[in-house]
Structure formats: C-alpha cells, structure tokens
C-alpha cells in the first residue's frame, strides 16, 4: 500500500521548471516574495525565486522592520502565512522517483501580522510528520530539515494548523543528494536535522554552498575557553566511496580540549515528550597536525562504547564514525570522547550531525514536539598532563 502522497496537490497548475533548478538541480524558493521577483543570499551565491508557482493558497507579508539586520538573510524578510485551511502545501514537481534529496525549510515570524503572538504547527512531508515548529522569539530563526528518499517525482511540504497559531514559512530549499550518501536513508526511513555542527572555526558564519555542493548547513561550534579551536588551511579532499561528503572547509577546523583528555556533549529529550525517539549521530574526524605523536581515544555513548575500538584519526584521511542502526531508549544521551592510555595527545573533533530517525511508512498524526535541547559539558576538566 502506498502511503505517501495520498493528498492531492493543492495546486498543481503551471509549476513549471522557470526558476526551478540550475545546473546544480536545487530548487530555491523564497515564500513571500511578488511573483517573478527574486532574492539572494547574502553572500550572493545562491538565487531564490518567488514561491507564486509552487501554491495557490496563502498571504505574502513582509517581516516587521524592527527585526531587518544587515545580517539577516534577505529569505526571511517576507513569508507567506495560511489563515485558512487547515493543510496547505507547496508542490515541487520534475524530481526523480527513487533518488535522495534533502528538504529544507526556514521560518522566521519578525511579527510579520502585527500580532506579536507565539505559533505552534506541524510540518509534513506528504503524509509524513516531519517535525513541529513552535516559534517563540519573533527574532529567532529556525530551520527543518529532513534527507530523504523521493518515491514519487515530486514532492509536496505540507504546513499543518493545529489550532495554536498561524502556519507561515520563509523559506523552502530542495537539494539533490547523490544516493550513496547518508545510508541510513533509504526508501523506509528519513532523517529529520537536529544538529550539523562545525567545530572550531573563528567566526560566526554558517558554511553553506559552495563550500559544501550539497548546501548543507554547518553551524559554527566551540566551547571557549574549555576546548582549543585549531584549523589547517590545507584543502581537504573527499574520498570516491566516503559517505558523508563533509566539505573541506568543515573538516579544516576542529577543537582540543584544553586541560583535559575528554571532548564531550550531551543531549536530552524534553521530559514531557512520550514520543519515543531514535537518533542517528555522525562524528567527523580529520587529523589537522602532522605528529609522531599519538592521539587514540574512545568514543562511548552513556559510557557505553558507541565504536568498539579505539580511534586514532589519520594525518590527511577523513573519517566518520557512523551507525545505521539508531540509538534510542534514554532521555539523556551523552557522547564522551576520551584519550585512552597509550595516547599522548588529547581527542580532536571536526563535525558532529545528529539526526531523528523517522519511518516513512508510519503515518502520524502526532503533535508531539521532538523537541531536543543539546549542551556541552564543560564542567568536567580532567588534567592532561597526568
Ligand atoms: C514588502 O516590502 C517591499 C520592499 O520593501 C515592498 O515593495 C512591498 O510592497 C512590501 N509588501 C507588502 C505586502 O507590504
Ligand atoms: C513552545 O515553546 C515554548 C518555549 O520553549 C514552550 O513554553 C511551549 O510550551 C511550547 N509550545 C508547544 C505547544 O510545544
Ligand atoms: C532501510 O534501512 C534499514 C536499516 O538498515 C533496514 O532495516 C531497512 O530494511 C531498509 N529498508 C529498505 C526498504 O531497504
Ligand atoms: C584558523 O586559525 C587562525 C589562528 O587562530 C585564525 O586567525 C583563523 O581565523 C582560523 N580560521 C578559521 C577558518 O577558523
Ligand atoms: C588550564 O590550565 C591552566 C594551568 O593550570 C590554567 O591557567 C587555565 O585556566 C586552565 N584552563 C581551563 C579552561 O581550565
Ligand atoms: C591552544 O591553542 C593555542 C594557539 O594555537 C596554543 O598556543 C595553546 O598551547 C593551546 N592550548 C592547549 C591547552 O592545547
């Protein structure tokens, strides 16, 4: 039985390929924006077009000015917003039945109605749940993202009322993956963003395309003073059968403890969540320095091995530590990174993705949150030096 796209597309008229795609097959569409218009990001490599071909329902609003920076991506400054109906969805068509793509969409209110209210509602992707949004902060950003398998050739992002607020968007980004990649994705199961962090760069700024070809969003990460950033400016290149395709400027930079032999962080699940949720992590390793030295650790989740041997990441080889099969059945989930013995360098660390597995088959109608927070811990310094 087919479960997927039992709905019928709300608007199926004209969605023709003007301004969908480019050479590299992304679709880029800024909600909100007058039909034809078009808008960039703010480094100008990508261009999105307006959201008119992709639905039929709906209001454009600009975003209050108020929450206009110059650092703000212009995508948010208008959103399309759903008053009526219940399921309102974009349709983008001229995909490829049975290959990978990763779905994206952002969502920033800026108290674009005037309203200054907190929204609650759902996202599905067909007739899956895909994640709920509660906006909060009406200058806070936030972004959804799931990879998964097309079975059809096209697809629909369905925003859902749940009676707590207005559904609207910002944003809807589609990026096609290359099939090998991400192999805990396939036809039965997605994976649902919760994290891509990069660790140990400088600066703020998130790395997008064409950094990574997939424009995947890798959000800077760092502990200061606890962990030491350290980067190379030697290009990194990916391997032909590496399955994960971290770009070289993520893997470039990385953290060290500092005065310690342990990296870790933990995540938890919102008590008041009886969803139960399985969780796939990938870790990305690259060794920046050229030593005779030896950095070998163990990676334990809840100080159960999470990989069986110790690691010892080599010079010029990225590495990813990975799972297909998910980790589940704790409220607390904590990742500890430690130098075994014989290591006489602490543990390094490039790029840490976590993600929710979600079965495509099971449709739900669940309103439960799949909220997770994530922290790192920082109080727990052991002394290297011993
Ligand atoms: C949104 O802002 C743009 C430019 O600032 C303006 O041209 C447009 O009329 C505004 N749209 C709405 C719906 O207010
Ligand atoms: C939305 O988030 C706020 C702040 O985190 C929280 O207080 C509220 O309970 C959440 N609402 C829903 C419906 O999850
Ligand atoms: C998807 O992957 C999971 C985990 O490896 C596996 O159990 C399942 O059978 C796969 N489904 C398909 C359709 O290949
Ligand atoms: C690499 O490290 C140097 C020295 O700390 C710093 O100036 C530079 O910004 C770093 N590069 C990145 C990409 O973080
Ligand atoms: C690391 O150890 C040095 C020397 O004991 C100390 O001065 C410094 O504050 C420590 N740093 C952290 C982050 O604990
Ligand atoms: C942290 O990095 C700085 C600059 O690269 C270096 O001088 C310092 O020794 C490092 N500290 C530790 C504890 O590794």
Redesign the pocket.
């Known amino acids: 039985m087919v479960l997927w796209f039992v709905f019928i597309a709300c608007f199926l008229n004209n969605a023709g390929v003007n301004g969908q795609g480019d050479n590299t097959g992304f679709v880029s569409i800024d909600c909100g924006l007058p039909e034809k218009d078009i808008s960039s990001t703010l480094t100008r490599t990508l261009t999105y077009s307006s959201d008119a071909q992709f639905i039929d329902a709906g209001t454009n609003y600009n975003i209050s000015a108020e929450y206009i920076t110059p650092t703000l991506s212009p995508q948010y400054f208008n959103v399309r917003s759903f008053k009526t109906g219940i399921r309102n969805c974009y349709t983008i068509k001229y995909l490829v039945a049975g290959l990978k793509y990763l779905v994206r969409a952002t969502f920033m209110y800026g108290n674009y109605d005037g309203l200054n209210k907190e929204v609650v509602f759902d996202l599905h992707i067909g007739v899956n749940y895909w994640k709920t949004i509660n906006i909060s902060d009406p200058g806070k950003t936030t972004i959804a993202e799931v990879i998964f398998v097309c079975p059809v050739d096209y697809i629909q992002v369905c925003l859902v009322n749940t009676g707590l607020g207005i559904p609207f968007i910002s944003s809807l980004d589609l990026r096609p993956i290359k099939n090998h990649l991400y192999p805990a994705v396939n036809s039965s199961q997605s994976l649902v963003l919760v994290r891509r962090l990069n660790a140990g760069p400088t600066d703020t700024t998130i790395i997008r395309y064409p950094d990574d070809p997939y424009d995947r969003m890798w959000e800077p990460w760092s502990n200061f003073p606890y962990w030491?950033e350290?980067n190379t400016t030697s290009y990194i290149q990916t391997s032909p059968n590496d399955l994960f395709e971290a770009p070289s400027a993520v893997l470039q930079t990385a953290v060290?403890p500092?005065?310690s032999s342990e990296i870790q962080f933990l995540w938890f699940v919102d008590p008041t969540d009886d969803k139960f949720i399985s969780y796939v992590a990938n870790l990305h390793f690259y060794e920046l320095i050229q030593t005779d030295q030896k950095r070998e650790f163990t990676i334990t989740i809840n100080d159960v091995p999470w990989y069986k041997h110790s690691f010892s990441p080599k010079y010029l080889y990225q590495d990813t530590i990975y799972a297909l099969r998910p980790i589940d059945g704790f409220q607390l989930y904590k990742v500890t990174l430690a130098a075994t013995v014989d290591s006489t360098l602490p543990p390094i660390l490039n790029a840490v993705e976590l993600f929710i597995l979600l079965p495509v088959s099971a449709v739900t109608t669940d309103n439960g949150d799949g909220e997770v927070s994530f922290y790192l811990k920082h109080n727990l310094i052991f002394n290297f030096a011993d």
Do not use: A, D
Request: glycine share 0%.
């Open positions: 030491n350290t060290i500092v005065n």
